[in-house]
């Protein structure tokens, strides 16, 4: 890299290409071609922190009547995210569940960047309502969401999914549980001591 290079992240790709010797029968040339994507960061400090936001789920349903869910992401770390991930529906009518379903391949997205990536479902899926859970992973980074929604008629955009929230991880559900067991304890003392002051009197 040129010594006077500023610090950030670039992107690239590294080209490997072999084409074959042109023929005086004929006009067609063939070129093999491989490419490596690049991601370098410049500067010190290491590399940047990754992170993602997941924001609306909006369902849908096109005029041959395949439904999908459009999820809205936004990159809130320093550095660039390919996004995958799988969407599971549960909740829906009379208690019936689908999926999980992939979300669309090859949605990167740039430090401060939105967009979107989607998940398709089969024709015959009903409307709903659904509880529909979306995990979306970047290397290390995963975000989940859950909302409730109902998908539309063949040509129409439903109402974005209400409800939205964070699922619970194994953290969150660990420090519950020990909060939890904390309060139980000092319930329990409370109640012990009561007892005694009863028992003086």
């Given at each position: 890299?040129?010594?006077?290079?500023?610090?950030?992240?670039?992107?690239?790709?590294?080209?490997?290409?072999?084409?074959?010797?042109?023929?005086?029968?004929?006009?067609?040339?063939?070129?093999?071609?491989?490419?490596?994507?690049?991601y370098l960061d410049i500067g010190p400090g290491g590399e940047p922190a990754s992170d993602f936001t997941i924001?609306?789920?909006?369902?849908?349903?096109?005029?041959?009547?395949?439904?999908?869910?459009?999820v809205e992401v936004a990159n809130t770390g320093g550095r660039a995210i390919d996004l995958t991930g799988k969407v599971t529906l549960t909740e829906g009518p009379a208690g019936t569940r689908a999926g999980p379903f992939e979300v669309t391949q090859g949605t990167t997205l740039?430090?401060?960047?939105?967009?979107?990536?989607?998940?398709?479902?089969?024709?015959?899926?009903?409307?709903?309502?659904?509880?529909?859970?979306?995990?979306?992973?970047?290397?290390?980074?995963?975000?989940?969401?859950s909302a409730?929604?109902?998908?539309?008629d063949p040509g129409g955009t439903g109402t974005p999914g209400t409800g939205l929230s964070r699922i619970a991880t194994g953290w969150t559900v660990g420090a519950a549980a020990v909060g939890l067991l904390v309060f139980t304890g000092l319930a329990m003392l409370a109640r012990r001591s009561r007892r005694r002051a009863l028992a003086v009197h």
């Amino acid at each position: 890299m040129p010594p006077a290079a500023s610090a950030g992240e670039r992107y690239g790709v590294v080209w490997a290409s072999a084409t074959s010797a042109g023929k005086t029968a004929g006009n067609v040339t063939q070129i093999h071609r491989v490419g490596v994507r690049v991601y370098l960061d410049i500067g010190p400090g290491g590399e940047p922190a990754s992170d993602f936001t997941i924001g609306k789920l909006l369902p849908a349903r096109s005029p041959q009547g395949e439904p999908s869910v459009t999820v809205e992401v936004a990159n809130t770390g320093g550095r660039a995210i390919d996004l995958t991930g799988k969407v599971t529906l549960t909740e829906g009518p009379a208690g019936t569940r689908a999926g999980p379903f992939e979300v669309t391949q090859g949605t990167t997205l740039a430090p401060g960047q939105s967009g979107q990536v989607t998940a398709r479902f089969p024709n015959e899926l009903p409307n709903g309502p659904w509880r529909i859970e979306v995990n979306l992973e970047s290397g290390m980074v995963k975000r989940s969401a859950s909302a409730k929604l109902t998908f539309p008629d063949p040509g129409g955009t439903g109402t974005p999914g209400t409800g939205l929230s964070r699922i619970a991880t194994g953290w969150t559900v660990g420090a519950a549980a020990v909060g939890l067991l904390v309060f139980t304890g000092l319930a329990m003392l409370a109640r012990r001591s009561r007892r005694r002051a009863l028992a003086v009197h």
